[in-house]
């Protein structure tokens, strides 16, 4: 793993994030997987916790959120109006010195990017004890203009208290509340009392592991506001993202 970054064998992959109102891709999620000579595609739920273990996730991040503002502004050249690209973000980035987010910023300035185009996602365990450090950092991410979404909502601590304390754009409510949304009454119920409270806060709302017509539509209904998932496109490589671009976004 050590050697995987200037051997090239981390690629990311694009899932596309839908409007739900207008069937619109908007954003896409970059998720990264690592291409092993021997061992094939290796998925980041095996080396991601592997790549926190020993910080090597800084400098593994570094080359993601450096790849995904390179995507990000290919796409705005291509596509006219451009898209959001997220980015995942571990705690242990947060808590590293060797975290810069000045250089991040120096680079999306070299490469013309407006930083409104990427975003980032944290988890819940980030904000419950986050000290002024982290504080400060998230800050210097949305004054930049790079937005904030909490990723797996809903599974973690959920002290909701945090929400008032830190400037969040997005809540992503967790697959495991999508997943049985037609049969399970109390998952819809709480669906939607996280979309009623996000709103009234001011944030929007994502439902990843949206797989069906009937969970799209029940998201539709309770006020949902975007949907990722394998109904709308799995994970996809560059090439075959700018294809669903090309078939979806209407150029300018
Ligand atoms: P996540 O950020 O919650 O990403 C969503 C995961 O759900 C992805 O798994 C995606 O492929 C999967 N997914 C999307 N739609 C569906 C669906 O309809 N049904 C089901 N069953 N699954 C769906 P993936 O790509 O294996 O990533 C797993 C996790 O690894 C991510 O969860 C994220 O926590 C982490 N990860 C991925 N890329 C990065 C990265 O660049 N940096 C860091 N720190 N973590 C990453
Ligand atoms: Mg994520
Ligand atoms: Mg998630
Ligand atoms: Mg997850």
């Not at 800084?58 to 390179?70: H, L, S």
């Not at 409104?116 to 365990?125: A, N, Y």
């Not at 304390?165 to 996280?194: G, P």
Request: proline share 3%; with cysteine; aromatic share 10%.
């Amino acid at each position: 793993m050590r050697s995987a970054v200037e051997n090239g064998q981390f690629e990311l992959h694009f899932q596309p994030i839908v409007d739900l109102a207008t069937g619109k891709a908007s954003r896409a999620e970059a998720l990264i997987r690592w291409n092993h000579p021997k061992h094939g595609m290796i998925s980041p739920a095996e080396f991601i916790p592997l790549a926190e273990e020993t910080g090597l996730i800084v400098g593994i991040g570094d080359w993601v959120f450096r790849e995904a503002g390179f995507q990000a502004k290919r796409w705005c050249d291509l596509f006219g109006t451009g898209i959001q690209v997220s980015v995942n973000m571990s705690p242990i980035q947060f808590q590293s010195n060797a975290l810069n987010i000045s250089d991040w910023l120096d680079y999306l300035k070299t490469l013309e990017l407006d930083a409104k185009h990427l975003s980032i996602e944290i988890t819940e365990g980030l904000l419950l004890n986050a000290s002024d450090d982290v504080k400060e950092k998230l800050l210097r991410f949305r004054d930049a203009g790079i937005q904030v979404a909490i990723d797996d909502f809903g599974v973690g601590y959920s002290a909701l208290s945090y929400l008032k304390r830190f400037d969040i754009d997005y809540l992503k409510i967790d697959q495991s509340f999508i997943q049985n949304l037609e049969t399970d009454q109390n998952d819809l119920v709480l669906s939607e009392a996280i979309v009623i409270m996000a709103h009234r806060l001011g944030l929007n709302v994502i439902a990843e592991g949206v797989e069906t017509q009937a969970q799209r539509q029940l998201l539709l209904e309770i006020g949902c506001d975007y949907g990722q998932g394998y109904l709308f496109s799995r994970p996809l490589s560059v090439i075959a993202f700018e294809d669903f671009l090309t078939k979806t976004l209407e150029p300018d």
